[in-house]
């Protein structure tokens, strides 16, 4: 493939939008995205003692703590608006059949919004949890995290730096049931967590039926008399790790719930529909049964303040929270899925990824790998390739279906509701509970490197009575969902790399599919070229590069015949050398699926070359992605990787689809890069040239790319010299 270059120009409007990004940022000066330095948490007092408050210069919650606990104000410091509207208890749950309120102050004349004068005047509604004391503390980590620094780009901490509050709340009765509510929140960016703890200190078990960890009458976005299909929700994005059941994020955090608000009389919305009041809760249950001496904790809700509706901007904060509070998202092996698990089939297909550099390889779905088999022969076996792979710096592991397949009895299925997949083995029971017990010993054992779970548990209840681990439909979501998780966080505790069709990242997920058709892969192999760089342009603006994985069925796959097949690998390298500079130049990690990576020492040469070039520019290519324009195949397209914090603070990926060579100028935003007056940007490995910034921050790039070629500019901060175009 030619590696030289073109040009284009991007219309006035994104240079405005990179403008407005830069200067609304209200009193956050720096902006938190460049450099989050500044923005520290930390736990205020007032002065007279009533109200305790979580700030970080970007995002301030204050807690007025008598004569009940609650949420007085919650600001978004960048905008200077606030969140929240109304006062509302800071949970609820129901136990042993009654429902109370945990905190929360009564008298508001209006909830449209809360004026501080009526904040004294407010008072401790009868019946509910009351405030004894808080404390406060650092963050601590969710669970163990062993690193697998090799294939992060930065060592990232964990657990995120922030601080924490607890507020600590007494039964209205005798009960010696306690509640303690807690907070995180974190340095650098507008984020902050909560969830309960449900303590049992009598002598007697009690039944935690359900629970809401958060309630916030947020203020609404627009105003519409009449109903909506498409309400806007409030500008504060939430998720919970109660969260499974699909690849689109938010839209499958099943603890989520925008709801209308009932005390909010004086809305506009005629029929007072409005989702404006926001609810942390499972949709089921737990229903869970709490032992005299034990506690139970909740899931926990994420709450991320958006300064503004530009789309960009948005997303980019999206993926700083998961890079922060999930950082094992960053780890992103260069992968192979080895299509057969015969010995010698795997002992050449690791040898292949040790002579390229690929870092991990997985026995994958129709393999015949078998996650289940209890044989200790056929463990030994496993073993031995495993560490076959570790003496060759290569790391192996295996796939295993769940969803979508029956259990070992009909009985062992989830009952009475439909499954998402069509069938489902509940985890409640024995099956269920046997099925994840041997992934973790085989994992063990063998020490597989990668757990690759299709289909993860979906969310699936189950009815049955019958099941020795739940006791029937109330509690059957929170018992699977904990099974899972809990198998999922011992996965990271021992650095095994988790690949999830599910949104599981909050609780320990690696990588889910970054979004793609699989019968595309039956279409003729230029198609599939520009439809995969559309698949990675759409699947990066809620996902880093290193969260979602493409596919590159190396044999024919869902048919095509040999138009849609690359092997042999030799006959079609132009084509396999465009899928590695797609795939590579994005920084997206596919399952290359096949008996081979090579078949001839030129093939290899350009699988390597490009292994190469992700590994040398590999921090860069991890970081965000700016999205310019989008593969159409009718003009060059093309990505600004960026990060403020590194050394190579841009990389700009531009391709070529015609069969023409293309010569453009290019105007590149590079706001994001951190840099404000020159850069030195640099083609590939030829010497730099320094350009000047406009004030949106932009800089006009001459480009020629060749036909069906691909080339990319290093940006990087200048030395002292004169800007020259």
Same mark, same amino acid.
Request: proline share 7%.
């Given at each position: 493939?030619?590696?030289?270059?073109?040009?284009?120009?991007?219309?006035?409007?994104?240079?405005?939008?990179?403008?407005?990004?830069?200067?609304?940022?209200?009193?956050?000066?720096?902006?938190?995205?460049?450099?989050?330095?500044?923005?520290?948490?930390?736990?205020?007092?007032?002065?007279?003692?009533?109200?305790?408050?979580?700030?970080?210069?970007?995002?301030?919650?204050?807690?007025?703590?008598?004569?009940?606990?609650?949420?007085?104000?919650?600001?978004?410091?960048?905008?200077?608006?606030?969140?929240?509207?109304?006062?509302?208890?800071?949970?609820?749950?129901?136990?042993?059949?009654?429902?109370?309120?945990?905190?929360?102050?009564?008298?508001?004349?209006?909830?449209?919004?809360?004026?501080?004068?009526?904040?004294? *005047?407010?008072?401790?509604?009868?019946?509910?949890?009351?405030?004894?004391?808080?404390?406060?503390?650092?963050?601590?980590?969710?669970?163990?995290?062993?690193?697998?620094?090799?294939?992060?780009?930065?060592?990232?901490?964990?657990?995120?730096?922030?601080?924490?509050?607890?507020?600590?709340?007494?039964?209205?009765?005798?009960?010696?049931?306690?509640?303690?509510?807690?907070?995180?929140?974190?340095?650098?960016?507008?984020?902050?967590?909560?969830?309960?703890?449900?303590?049992?200190?009598?002598?007697?078990?009690?039944?935690?039926?359900?629970?809401?960890?958060?309630?916030?009458?947020?203020?609404?976005?627009?105003?519409?008399?009449?109903?909506?299909?498409?309400?806007?929700?409030?500008?504060?994005?939430?998720?919970?790790?109660?969260?499974?059941?699909?690849?689109?994020?938010?839209?499958?955090?099943?603890?989520?719930?925008?709801?209308?608000?009932?005390?909010?009389?004086?809305?506009?919305?005629?029929?007072?529909?409005?989702?404006?009041?926001?609810?942390?809760?499972?949709?089921?249950?737990?229903?869970?049964?709490?032992?005299?001496?034990?506690?139970?904790?909740?899931?926990?809700?994420?709450?991320?303040?958006?300064?503004?509706?530009?789309?960009?901007?948005?997303?980019?904060?999206?993926?700083?929270?998961?890079?922060?509070?999930?950082?094992?998202?960053?780890?992103?092996?260069?992968?192979?899925?080895?299509?057969?698990?015969?010995?010698?089939?795997?002992?050449?297909?690791?040898?292949?990824?040790?002579?390229?550099?690929?870092?991990?390889?997985?026995?994958?779905?129709?393999?015949?790998?078998?996650?289940?088999?209890?044989?200790?022969?056929?463990?030994?076996?496993?073993?031995?390739?495993?560490?076959?792979?570790?003496?060759?710096?290569?790391?192996?592991?295996?796939?295993?279906?769940?969803?979508?397949?029956?259990? =070992?009895?009909?009985?062992?299925?989830?009952? =009475?509701?439909?499954?998402?997949?069509?069938?489902?083995?509940?985890?409640?029971?024995?099956?269920?509970?046997?099925?994840?017990?041997?992934?973790?010993?085989?994992?063990?054992?063998?020490?597989?490197?990668?757990?690759?779970?299709?289909?993860?548990?979906?969310?699936?209840?189950?009815?049955?009575?019958?099941?020795?681990?739940?006791?029937?439909?109330?509690?059957?979501?929170?018992?699977?969902?904990?099974?899972?998780?809990?198998?999922?966080?011992?996965?990271?505790?021992?650095?095994?790399?988790?690949?999830?069709?599910?949104?599981?990242?909050?609780?320990?997920?690696? *990588?889910?599919?970054?979004?793609?058709?699989?019968?595309?892969?039956?279409?003729?192999?230029?198609?599939?070229?520009?439809?995969?760089?559309?698949?990675?342009?759409?699947?990066?603006?809620?996902?880093?590069?290193?969260?979602?994985?493409?596919?590159?069925?190396?044999?024919?796959?869902?048919?095509?015949?040999?138009?849609?097949?690359?092997?042999?690998? *030799?006959?079609?390298?132009?084509?396999?050398?465009?899928?590695?500079?797609?795939?590579?130049?994005?920084?997206?990690?596919?399952?290359?699926?096949?008996?081979?990576?090579?078949?001839?020492?030129?093939?290899?040469?350009?699988?390597?070359?490009?292994?190469?070039?992700?590994?040398?520019?590999?921090?860069?290519?991890?970081?965000?992605?700016?999205?310019?324009?989008?593969?159409?195949?009718?003009?060059?397209?093309?990505?600004?990787?960026?990060?403020?914090?590194?050394?190579?603070? =841009?990389?700009?990926?531009?391709?070529?689809?015609?069969?023409?060579?293309?010569?453009?100028?290019?105007?590149?935003?590079?706001?994001?890069?951190?840099?404000?007056?020159?850069?030195?940007?640099?083609?590939?490995?030829?010497?730099?040239?320094?350009?000047?910034?406009?004030?949106?921050?932009?800089?006009?790039?001459?480009?020629?790319?060749?036909?069906? =070629?691909?080339?990319?500019?290093?940006?990087?901060?200048?030395?002292?010299?004169?800007?020259?175009?």
């Amino acid at each position: 493939m030619n590696h030289r270059s073109q040009p284009h120009v991007i219309g006035l409007h994104l240079q405005l939008l990179f403008l407005l990004a830069g200067s609304s940022l209200g009193a956050a000066t720096p902006d938190w995205l460049i450099d989050p330095a500044p923005f520290k948490a930390r736990v205020t007092v007032s002065a007279d003692g009533r109200d305790v408050a979580l700030e970080n210069g970007l995002v301030r919650r204050i807690i007025r703590i008598e004569p009940n606990a609650a949420t007085i104000a919650y600001d978004n410091l960048v905008t200077g608006e606030s969140m929240i509207r109304s006062v509302r208890p800071e949970a609820q749950v129901e136990i042993d059949g009654t429902a109370y309120d945990v905190g929360g102050l009564t008298g508001q004349p209006v909830h449209n919004y809360l004026d501080a004068a009526w904040v004294d *005047k407010l008072e401790a509604p009868p019946g509910a949890f009351r405030f004894t004391r808080f404390t406060t503390g650092q963050t601590k980590q969710r669970f163990p995290w062993k690193k697998r620094l090799e294939w992060m780009p930065q060592d990232l901490p964990w657990p995120a730096p922030g601080v924490s509050l607890t507020l600590e709340f007494a039964a209205p009765t005798n009960s010696a049931v306690a509640i303690d509510v807690h907070y995180e929140l974190f340095d650098g960016l507008p984020l902050l967590s909560k969830w309960i703890v449900v303590r049992n200190a009598s002598d007697k078990p009690v039944r935690l039926n359900r629970f809401i960890s958060e309630i916030l009458a947020a203020v609404e976005p627009e105003s519409i008399v009449d109903d909506s299909p498409t309400w806007q929700l409030p500008h504060l994005m939430v998720e919970t790790d109660y969260t499974f059941g699909g690849m689109s994020g938010p839209n499958h955090s099943a603890g989520v719930f925008w709801v209308p608000d009932p005390l909010y009389g004086s809305q506009v919305n005629y029929n007072r529909l409005t989702p404006c009041l926001l609810e942390c809760r499972p949709p089921l249950g737990p229903d869970q049964v709490i032992a005299p001496g034990s506690s139970l904790e909740s899931f926990r809700a994420f709450e991320l303040a958006q300064d503004t509706t530009e789309r960009e901007r948005k997303t980019l904060a999206v993926r700083r929270m998961y890079r922060t509070v999930a950082p094992w998202v960053t780890e992103n092996p260069v992968l192979m899925h080895i299509r057969s698990a015969q010995p010698d089939a795997v002992k050449l297909a690791i040898d292949q990824c040790a002579d390229v550099g690929f870092e991990l390889a997985v026995l994958t779905f129709g393999s015949g790998f078998n996650f289940e088999s209890r044989d200790p022969d056929y463990q030994v076996r496993i073993k031995e390739l495993v560490d076959y792979g570790r003496a060759r710096g290569v790391a192996l592991g295996g796939y295993s279906l769940l969803a979508s397949r029956g259990a =070992g009895t009909d009985a062992d299925n989830t009952q =009475g509701v439909p499954a998402r997949f069509g069938v489902m083995p509940c985890l409640g029971a024995t099956w269920g509970s046997n099925y994840l017990a041997q992934l973790q010993h085989l994992m063990r054992f063998a020490g597989l490197g990668v757990l690759e779970h299709d289909g993860s548990y979906p969310g699936d209840q189950c009815a049955s009575t019958n099941h020795p681990f739940h006791r029937g439909l109330a509690d059957s979501q929170w018992v699977q969902w904990k099974a899972i998780t809990g198998l999922y966080q011992w996965c990271r505790s021992q650095g095994v790399y988790l690949n999830i069709p599910d949104w599981y990242f909050l609780n320990g997920g690696s *990588k889910t599919g970054m979004g793609y058709r699989e019968v595309n892969w039956s279409l003729p192999r230029a198609y599939q070229e520009i439809i995969e760089r559309q698949n990675i342009f759409d699947g990066t603006w809620d996902k880093t590069p290193s969260m979602g994985w493409m596919f590159v069925p190396l044999t024919e796959y869902h048919g095509g015949g040999a138009a849609a097949t690359i092997e042999p690998l *030799k006959d079609h390298l132009e084509h396999y050398e465009q899928r590695l500079a797609n795939l590579f130049g994005a920084g997206v990690i596919a399952c290359y699926r096949g008996p081979r990576l090579y078949d001839t020492d030129d093939t290899k040469a350009v699988v390597k070359r490009w292994v190469d070039f992700y590994k040398r520019h590999r921090p860069i290519l991890n970081s965000d992605i700016i999205h310019l324009r989008r593969a159409d195949g009718r003009d060059l397209d093309y990505i600004l990787h960026v990060n403020p914090a590194l050394k190579e603070k =841009g990389l700009l990926m531009v391709y070529n689809p015609l069969d023409r060579v293309v010569a453009k100028t290019l105007t590149i935003p590079l706001y994001y890069t951190g840099l404000t007056d020159r850069a030195a940007v640099r083609e590939q490995d030829n010497p730099a040239r320094t350009f000047a910034l406009d004030r949106p921050y932009a800089i006009a790039l001459p480009v020629q790319v060749p036909a069906r =070629g691909v080339t990319w500019f290093v940006i990087e901060k200048t030395s002292n010299g004169v800007a020259s175009k």
